[in-house]
C-alpha cells in the first residue's frame, strides 16, 4: 500500500503538483528535524538543512528515482545533507585556525619590538598548553565558538569546556609572567 502512495507522490511531484509537495513537506518538516536533533543541538543548522532537502526534491522532482521508500529516502537525505554540512564546517574551521597561525607568524616576524615578543610569547604559551586544553581554548578565543557550540563539536560537557578555558588562562598568565 505505502508503495502505490509513494509512486502516487512521485508522479504528482514529477508533474509539478505543489498541493502534493506541501504536503509532503508538511508530513515529515517536524519528524525530520527531530530525527536530526539525535546528530545536533543547532535548530537553526536543522531546520536549513530540512529546508535544502526539500528545495532540492522540488528543484529535481523530474529527475527523482527513489529505489526505496520515499520515508527512507527523505531521512537519508536529511543525514546525508547535515554530514555534508559538517564536513563544510570543519573545513571552514581548519582554514580560519591556518590563517589565525599564518598571521600569528607574520606578525612574529614583523618587528623585534616589545608588542611582538609578547604575541610570539603568547603563541609559545598556547602551543604549551595541554591538548584538549589548547582545543577548547582555540576554538572560544580564536575561533569565536560559544561554550555549546564547543561542546558540542568536542563532544563534552558545558561545564567540562569552562574548566579548561578557566584552565587555560591560568596556564597561559603562569607562562606569560615566567617570561616577563
Request: net charge positive; proline share 1%; charged share 30%.
Amino acid at each position: 500500500m505505502q508503495q502505490h502512495t509513494d509512486i502516487f507522490i512521485l508522479n504528482s511531484l514529477k508533474k509539478g503538483d505543489k498541493k502534493v509537495f506541501e504536503k509532503l513537506y508538511s508530513s515529515y518538516y517536524q519528524k525530520l528535524c527531530s530525527f536530526l536533533l539525535s546528530y545536533c543541538q543547532d535548530r537553526d543548522i536543522i531546520e536549513d538543512v530540512v529546508q535544502d532537502v526539500f528545495l532540492n526534491l522540488w528543484d529535481k522532482r523530474r529527475e527523482i528515482n527513489i529505489q526505496t521508500s520515499l520515508n527512507a529516502f527523505l531521512y537519508k537525505s536529511v543525514y546525508n545533507k547535515l554530514m555534508d554540512k559538517y564536513r563544510h564546517l570543519r573545513l571552514k574551521n581548519e582554514m580560519l585556525s591556518s590563517y589565525y597561525h599564518t598571521a600569528v607568524m607574520l606578525a612574529v616576524e614583523k618587528e623585534n619590538d616589545r608588542p611582538n615578543k609578547d604575541i610570539r610569547l603568547l603563541h609559545q604559551c598556547m602551543e604549551g598548553l595541554p591538548e584538549k586544553c589548547k582545543k577548547v581554548f582555540m576554538r572560544g578565543k580564536v575561533r569565536g565558538l560559544n561554550y555549546n557550540e564547543i561542546s558540542e563539536e568536542l563532544g563534552i560537557s558545558v561545564k567540562t569546556v569552562e574548566g579548561h578555558v578557566a584552565r587555560a588562562y591560568r596556564l597561559l598568565k603562569e607562562c606569560m609572567g615566567q617570561h616577563n
